[in-house]
């Protein structure tokens, strides 16, 4: 039995563990999280990054003609009440009110796949679309009763959200190079251990 990771959350059988970046991340002009998984838990490493964009006033000469960003910093997971389910959110700020719909309305005990799939598809569904830009909400789902039921929920636009299943890792957020490291690193007979050291060098390389 391995070593219990030194996490302020972290849960049994099957271990799911957050890779504790606060005080590392503060700085970082970013947004990236990361699932991994192999047979002894799961690995989810965040930023804590958020960026209120406020959009250019063009209604009279003499107003603002420049967007503006405002960097905040916030816990990005979620947790629901019976702890079945955990997310991590990137991406538009949708992706957390859908993070949100997701421990509040969708429990899995005793749900079919389809039905789980169907309740994670309402709860990124009918939300307003963003107005003149292209942004992706991003939302990884770990079930603590079953990881292998692990996915990411992606929306675009007004289309339906898309549901992309992972066994192994997966990220979301910002396009690094960084992404590469789990994909080098990872194996099947990882321990949490391990799995919490790629994480926190795979998120620290986002930077």
Same mark, same amino acid.
């Given at each position: 039995?391995?070593?219990?990771?030194?996490?302020?959350?972290?849960?049994?059988?099957?271990?799911?563990?957050?890779?504790?970046?606060?005080?590392?991340?503060?700085?970082?002009?970013?947004?990236?999280?990361?699932?991994?998984?192999?047979?002894?838990?799961?690995?989810?490493? *965040?930023?804590? /990054?958020?960026?209120? %964009?406020?959009?250019? &006033?063009?209604?009279?000469? !003499?107003?603002?003609?420049?967007?503006?960003?405002?960097?905040?910093?916030?816990?990005?997971?979620?947790?629901?009440?019976?702890?079945?389910?955990?997310?991590?959110?990137?991406?538009?700020?949708?992706?957390?009110?859908?993070?949100?719909?997701?421990?509040?309305?969708?429990?899995?005990?005793?749900?079919?796949?389809?039905?789980?799939?169907?309740?994670?598809?309402?709860?990124?569904?009918?939300?307003?679309?963003?107005?003149?830009?292209?942004?992706?909400?991003?939302?990884?789902?770990?079930?603590?009763?079953?990881? *292998?039921?692990? /996915?990411?929920?992606? %929306?675009?636009?007004? &289309?339906?959200?898309?549901? !992309?299943?992972?066994?192994?890792?997966?990220?979301?957020?910002?396009?690094?190079?960084?992404?590469?490291?789990?994909?080098?690193?990872?194996?099947?007979?990882?321990?949490?251990?391990?799995?919490?050291?790629?994480?926190?060098?795979?998120?620290?390389?986002?930077?």
């Amino acid at each position: 039995m391995p070593t219990p990771v030194k996490s302020q959350h972290c849960y049994p059988q099957p271990r799911i563990c957050y890779a504790g970046l606060d005080d590392l991340l503060e700085d970082f002009g970013m947004t990236f999280q990361l699932a991994l998984i192999s047979q002894d838990g799961v690995v989810l490493g *965040s930023d804590r /990054l958020f960026i209120e %964009r406020i959009p250019a &006033d063009s209604q009279n000469s !003499t107003s603002r003609r420049r967007t503006l960003f405002q960097r905040t910093y916030a816990k990005k997971t979620r947790i629901s009440k019976n702890r079945n389910v955990v997310c991590v959110f990137a991406g538009g700020g949708y992706s957390q009110t859908i993070a949100d719909n997701i421990v509040l309305d969708c429990d899995p005990t005793g749900l079919t796949d389809a039905e789980w799939d169907r309740c994670l598809r309402a709860a990124g569904s009918n939300l307003p679309e963003y107005r003149g830009e292209v942004i992706s909400d991003e939302v990884i789902v770990i079930r603590t009763d079953n990881v *292998s039921s692990a /996915l990411k929920l992606i %929306r675009q636009g007004s &289309d339906d959200p898309d549901l !992309t299943p992972f066994t192994s890792h997966i990220s979301a957020g910002i396009d690094t190079d960084a992404r590469v490291m789990p994909k080098l690193f990872w194996r099947v007979g990882m321990t949490v251990n391990q799995l919490h050291t790629l994480a926190v060098v795979t998120v620290m390389l986002a930077y």
